[in-house]
């Protein structure tokens, strides 16, 4: 049988060497061979990617061995992988450099992001970021923590409330609808990096995520985290609580501790 429980601080400082030293060294050094399509120009893998993956999972078995190994790039050449998680057991879930094309491009915003998840219930979420050489971790009954210090979020502003937005795997007329939508009650801008989305959400800096295509490996952690912190994650359609589950196709709503989940659903809901 597997083990359930896992030591937090010890995955955080696994995960923190590993980024220092194999992702931070790397930004804005890769040549163009080391950098590859998977399923279009916006959907990349590089050779770090890869290497942090293999790094993860040797350590993170020698945490608890009897977890199955979930990883985005693994996943990628074999998509069964994935349909584990409709079963019993144990289960690391994996994106070994969340935000690749931020990281291609230069920019400041990618992570690494663990998600320790045991008889269907996700326990445990870690997301570090490289550039600020900090860690979100969030712990099922025992609250959320940002660089090491419990997370108090951000109250709700007076004004409009302020969305990241990715919907590109949405229906065309229902992505167009909901962007119409967007513009009319928030302030949305794209968010690229679920990893960097997910620690402004539990923090507060934006009021909620609303997210289209729906891999384990870029949401499980951030639900972990941002439920500990106060807030909420679902489907919009259907208001079932989001968990550790196949990928899918369909419109996400996080929303950051204090604002009000029904509300803003019902605002979007087409």
């Not at 608890?64 to 990883?71: E, K, L, Q, R, V």
């Not at 998680?85 to 450099?97: C, H, M, N, R, T």
Request: proline residues 6%; negative net charge; contains cysteine.
């Amino acid at each position: 049988m597997a083990r359930l429980t896992v030591d937090p601080d010890k995955v955080s400082a696994l995960i923190a060497e590993i980024a220092e030293e194999e992702i931070a060294p790397r930004f804005g050094k890769l040549s163009p061979e080391e950098i590859r399509e998977k399923g279009g120009p916006n959907d990349l893998v590089t050779e770090v990617d890869e290497a942090v993956e293999s790094s993860l999972k040797k350590a993170l078995h020698g945490v608890n061995p009897d977890a199955i190994f979930i990883g985005e790039e693994s996943a990628s050449k074999d998509p069964a992988l994935v349909g584990a998680l409709a079963g019993d057991g144990a289960f690391w879930i994996v994106d070994p450099l969340d935000g690749t094309r931020n990281f291609v491009n230069g920019v400041g915003e990618f992570g690494v992001i663990v998600a320790f998840v045991a008889a269907g219930e996700a326990l445990m979420g870690w997301i570090y970021a490289v550039p600020d050489q900090k860690i979100a971790v969030g712990v099922r009954g025992e609250g959320a923590a940002w660089g090491g210090d419990r997370i108090t979020p951000k109250k709700a502003p007076a004004g409009r409330l302020v969305a990241l937005r990715s919907l590109g795997w949405l229906p065309a007329g229902r992505q167009t609808r909901m962007r119409a939508h967007l513009a009319a009650n928030f302030d949305s801008r794209p968010g690229y990096c679920s990893a960097y989305a997910y620690i402004a959400l539990a923090r507060g800096l934006v009021d909620f995520k609303i997210s289209s295509r729906i891999h384990p490996w870029d949401h499980v952690a951030g639900a972990v985290i941002t439920r500990e912190t106060g807030g909420a994650i679902a489907f919009l359609d259907d208001a079932k609580a989001y968990g550790p589950m196949p990928s899918i196709d369909k419109a996400l709503l996080a929303t950051a501790p204090g604002r009000d989940w029904r509300a803003i659903a019902e605002t979007l809901r087409i």
